[in-house]
Every structure is written in C-alpha cells, then in structure tokens.
C-alpha cells in the first residue's frame, strides 16, 4: 500500500497548527491541569464521602461509552489484580443480571446524554444500586442524579470526551480511594500531573521530528497496520486505548491485544498477507520494487509489573517479528505507581496518533461518521 506522508509538516509548528484547526494537540496538553481540576471539582461536590458512606461495595460496575467507558479500565487497571472487589466496565445498554443493592454502579459521560450509559445508569437506579454519576453538568445524566440522589461529579469538557480522560477518570480514581480500595495520596495525582507535563514537554509541537518521541512513532506507522500489544492490565489497557485514538484521532485502524492472550492468535498473523517478509540478502539482483514497503508493524508497549513468563513471551515476540521483517516499535511505562504508569503510556499515544493525523492531512477532531451514524438511528 502506497501512502503519502508529509514529514515535514510535523517540523513546523505552523503547519502542525494549520492541520489541527480544532486544537486536538491544546486538548491533549490539558492531561496534567485535568488531574488538578478534576480532584478540586470531585472534593467540591462530595461525592466521595457520599460513595463511601455505606462502606465498600460487592462490585464495581463502570458504565459508559468511548472516551468516558475507557475510565472504567483505566480505574481496573490501576485497582490491579489485587482489588478485594471486582470492577468492571459496561459498554451498551443492558445491566447484567447480576447487579443489584450490593454494587456501585458509576456512570461517566462526557456531555452527559450518552443515550447507553442513561439506559444503565436509570436501570441501576431503579434495582436500588448505590450510585455515582461523573458527567456534563445541566445534562441528563446530572438530572437523573438529582431525580435518584446519585452522588455526582461535574466534568468541564476540554473538548472532546476522548480527550477529557483524565477530568473524567480522576473522580472515580478518588471515589475508589475513599473506599479503601487503592493507595493514590493527593501527592500521586500531583506526581502523575507532573509526569503528563513531562511528556507534554519532550511531544511539544515545536520540538522537531527527532527529538519528540510520538512524532518519530507516529511517522514510522504510516502506511502500517499497527497491532499494539500490552504485557500487564495497564499496558493491555493502554494498548485498547492507543487504538481507539488510531481510529479516532488519525482515522485509521488498530488491532489491540493483549499478551499472554495475543501469542495464542495474533501473532500468526506475522506469517500471513500483511506480514513484511524479510527479502533475502544475497539476492543482489532482485527487483527492489517488489519488496513490501508497508505492512505489519507491532507496537508493544512494556511495564515493570509483568509476570516473568509474560515477560519471556514479550521479547521472543519482538524476535519473532523482526525475524519475519515486521517493524517494532517499544514503548515503556514510566513511574512507580501504576496511575502514573499508565498515565505516561496514554499520554505518549495520544500525541502519537494526533501527530500521525497530521502527517496524513487528516483533520483529528472531527468524528463525522460517529455523528453521522447517530443521525441515522435517531
């Protein structure tokens, strides 16, 4: 597949800027103050003490859609495998059978009138769930609350939900917490915003190609198909999330797996059609114009909190994949506690997929067969 990429536009800051003209890259810079402001907004309302008045629930069910459901993974994967209750997230507009008087349920919508997550969220009212909202205030959802007495967040959208992650994730970050079910001190939020500035810094839109990391990543995709690959529950999670904002941001498709899972199936897919099989060296005289110049391209994306076994499966992989002439590219978590962890592998593929839209000429705000397909079935 032949795909025209305009590097250079990703070393100018003014073309960068024309290219964005709805300010997806100001949007994902806003990761840091989002944390800030969403601990203000979340002690302000009280839903915290309201949460966690009737001591620690049987379960956790997270409902919501897109850039607001993602919360719900990324409270799971921070909580760990070692959470004494299970949290889930639902993404459609049945609550399973299971949920009853025993479990929160958490709706998170970024406007607040996500038709799914208003089906759970008055489902679950109405089986006498506890409840907490995070959500657009003076929409519907913050008018359900009211009606059901639901513990509620208000969320500023900085634009779009997709960008809005950690405004929408920090409330239930925090309503976890008061529940005693994870370690995350007001220093933590103020270390992972620290980190996201961080990142923010070194993926600045004047920094030039070879020294900002997510325009190097993102120039080497294109023209790719990228599987991304995650080797603990919070590089899985950043792997889903990376290629939600491929599709989103750049337009352009993801495959997310996650490790020891994708060395059952995936990983064959090395051997087949969209593989880049390495052309054989000593083989001087062979058409150059029949080598693949894209193809596969794995993105896997590391953390120090493996298990030894998913370690050794994750670099044989990578030797798998170079050895059959796939592309690799590896990212690695940053940080010690797992928010800050998954923090910095969101951020980075954030900047990666709005630079690679950029480098495409693709607009990366617009979602317009989302809207389009919301039109249709209205």
């Known amino acids: ?8 536009r990703l070393d100018d800051a003014a073309r960068i800027e024309a290219a964005d003209p709805g300010g997806m890259l100001p949007q994902v810079a806003s990761s840091a103050a989002q944390i800030r402001e969403a601990a203000r907004r979340t002690a302000e309302s009280g839903a915290v003490e309201l949460t966690a008045r009737d001591g620690r629930p049987r379960a956790i069910v997270v409902t919501g859609m897109g850039g607001s459901g993602i919360s719900g993974d990324v409270l799971g994967a921070v909580a760990g495998l070692g959470c004494p209750v299970p949290i889930m997230t639902v993404r459609g507009y049945r609550l399973p059978g299971w949920v009853g008087a025993a479990d ?7 406007s607040g009138s996500t038709e799914e997550t208003i089906a759970v969220a008055a489902e ?23 009606r059901t007495r639901a513990a509620f967040v208000p969320v500023r959208s900085v634009g779009q939900p997709r960008s809005t992650l950690w405004g929408l994730t920090i409330p239930l970050v925090l309503a976890a917490r008061g529940l005693g079910l994870l370690d995350a001190p007001d220093a933590l939020l103020e270390a992972t915003a620290a980190r996201l500035e961080d990142v923010a810094h070194r993926c600045r839109p004047s920094s030039e190609t070879f020294l900002n990391p997510a325009k190097r990543v993102a120039a080497s995709l294109a023209g790719d198909v990228p599987m991304v690959w995650g080797g603990s529950e919070i590089a899985a999670t950043a792997a889903y999330r990376f290629c939600c904002q491929l ?8 495959i997310a797996g996650a490790l020891p899972e994708a060395n059952h199936n995936q990983v064959v897919a090395f051997d087949g059609l969209f593989g880049r099989p390495p052309a054989d060296p000593d083989d001087f005289f062979r058409d ?9 391209h794995l993105v896997v994306l590391s ?6 076994q998913t370690r050794k499966r994750r ?21 010690e506690h797992p928010l800050e962890r998954i923090a910095t592998l969101i951020a980075l593929a954030d ?8 480098a495409l000429g693709v607009d990366p705000t617009p979602v317009a067969t989302i809207q389009e397909l919301k039109t249709r079935i209205s």
């Open 124 to 146: 679950a009212a109405r089986r006498g769930c506890r409840l907490l909202f995070v959500g657009g205030d003076d929409s519907p959802l913050a008018d359900l609350g009211a």
């Open 315 to 335: 670099e044989v992989s990578v030797e798998l994949a170079r050895d059959r002439g796939v592309t690799v590219t590896e990212l690695a978590a940053e940080g």
């Open 247 to 254: 599709n989103e941001n750049a337009k352009y498709p993801g």
């Open 288 to 296: 150059r114009l029949d080598d693949a110049e894209h193809g596969l």
């Open 104 to 110: 929160l349920v958490i709706a998170v919508s970024c």
């Open 351 to 358: 900047y990666v997929t709005v630079y690679l839209a950029i």
């Open 303 to 308: 953390d120090t909190d493996e298990h030894p």
């Open 1 to 8: 597949m032949k795909v025209a990429v305009d590097t250079g």
